[in-house]
């Protein structure tokens, strides 16, 4: 996935105590997850608990003051929440490091939540106090990445007594709603979305920016496997007299694969298989690479291979054809600017499998991502450490047979 020009407007300013309350809940139940259900590694320690709640005493002072702009700046509050910040960076990292032995995405998702609080703690420092806010606001699309890959019936249900006493319609619609996914409310963030669809308050463009048809078929797809339901409720949206005639078009095609997947749903343990033959329905589908017409095939084809992966494949080709075929499903799939799985997938499918024949489609696939990523105006500026990763990677690809 390239990287956006533009950065959407995150979770700051509305609502903080509302907000500060459902991070939390978004961040334990995050760590559970992590470290329990999805990857199939350890159970929770006494020592990862303790590691919980240190970063819960953290967020509680340096997440909840970045709503208002004056205390988070305020000379005589920044040695307290520099200390929150170096706080939460030090127990990120520790968090991290407990998760040496999980799966290589989760360990992805805790390495990125690692990254953001120490980017967090490093504006704060230099005094770019803006920069340090809005990314305590985005670490949250740590805990939606993990999430929507996740059977609704998996993982920590807890979340609940977090929310006591929260008026969370308060919450600008797009805000709560994603925070309802990173705490797995999955049937309080599909009644949310069918909500939405009926604010004509809420414009179908803006709808559209928000990613909102997106989300929403991760979870109701994705999540749930409620094909019939992501169907009926796209047809709620269609009723509506402002739609414009790019979105008529896409949900006639969503509604119409809905429609096809409610009748014959991918089979339980349909694994790769399966996948590969609803990324070519996809393909078949796509008048030109990034056609949103698509979307619906790719959701389920993700879903499918998050299963399978997750089932832990024996054979070590078939887990890398699964990581590359993830990483072509996700980036039509996935809409946070802030944190992109595509690249990594390719990386993980590439080194896995160097000889396999899928292994050069990955690759110029992770090139093309990673040229258009660092082009701009000032034209293609892509890190020197960058360049020494894909120079690796094409090794590896080219293999010895060709000189390298």
């Not at 910040?85 to 998760?99: I, P, V």
């Not at 995405?105 to 770019?128: H, N, P, V």
């Not at 797009?174 to 809420?202: K, N, P």
């Not at 739609?243 to 694969?257: D, I, K, N, Q």
């Amino acid at each position: 996935m390239t990287l956006q020009a533009e950065k959407k407007q995150g979770l700051g300013g509305r609502g903080g105590v509302i907000l500060l309350t459902l991070f939390f809940a978004a961040v334990v139940t995050a760590t559970f997850v992590f470290t329990s259900q999805y990857t199939q590694a350890e159970t929770p320690t006494p020592t990862t608990q303790d590691i919980m709640q240190a970063n819960f005493a953290a967020i509680s002072t340096a997440f909840g003051a970045s709503f208002d702009p004056i205390e988070f700046e305020a000379p005589e509050n920044r040695k307290r929440i520099r200390d929150a910040l170096e706080s939460l960076s030090k127990n990120a990292r520790q968090l991290s490091e407990h998760g040496k032995d999980l799966d290589g995405e989760s360990k992805f998702l805790r390495e990125s939540f690692f990254r953001d609080a120490a980017d967090a703690l490093r504006a704060y420092k230099a005094g770019y106090y803006p920069e340090s806010r809005f990314v305590l606001h985005q670490m949250i699309d740590n805990c939606v990445g993990c999430h929507t890959k996740l059977p609704s019936d998996s993982g920590f249900e807890a979340q609940g007594s977090f929310l006591i006493g929260v008026d969370s319609q308060k919450l600008r619609v797009a805000d709560r709603v994603r925070l309802q996914v990173a705490t797995r409310q999955f049937e309080a963030a599909l009644e949310t979305y069918e909500q939405m669809f009926r604010m004509e308050e809420i414009t179908p463009q803006q709808m559209d920016l928000d990613s909102a048809f997106q989300g929403y078929l991760e979870v109701a797809v994705q999540v749930r496997a409620e094909y019939s339901r992501a169907a009926a409720g796209l047809r709620l949206f269609e009723q509506r007299k402002d739609v414009p005639g790019y979105l008529e078009s896409r949900l006639e095609a969503w509604t119409r694969a809905l429609d096809q997947l409610a009748k014959n749903p991918p089979p339980v343990g349909g694994g790769l298989p399966e996948a590969r033959r609803l990324i070519k329905i996809a393909r078949e589908q796509s008048v030109f690479p990034d056609d949103p017409n698509a979307l619906v095939y790719y959701v389920t084809a993700a879903g499918v291979l998050h299963r399978y992966i997750d089932s832990g494949p024996k054979q070590k080709e078939k887990l890398a054809e699964a990581f590359y075929l993830l990483g072509v499903a996700e980036s039509h799939v996935n809409h946070s600017y802030w944190i992109s799985e595509t690249e990594y997938f390719l990386e993980i499918a590439i080194r896995m499998a160097p000889d396999a024949e899928f292994s050069q489609s990955a690759f110029d696939f992770l090139e093309d991502l990673t040229t258009a990523g660092y082009s701009g105006s000032g034209g293609v500026n892509i890190p020197a450490d960058v360049k020494d990763r894909i120079e690796e990677l094409r090794r590896l690809v080219e293999g010895p047979a060709k000189g390298i």
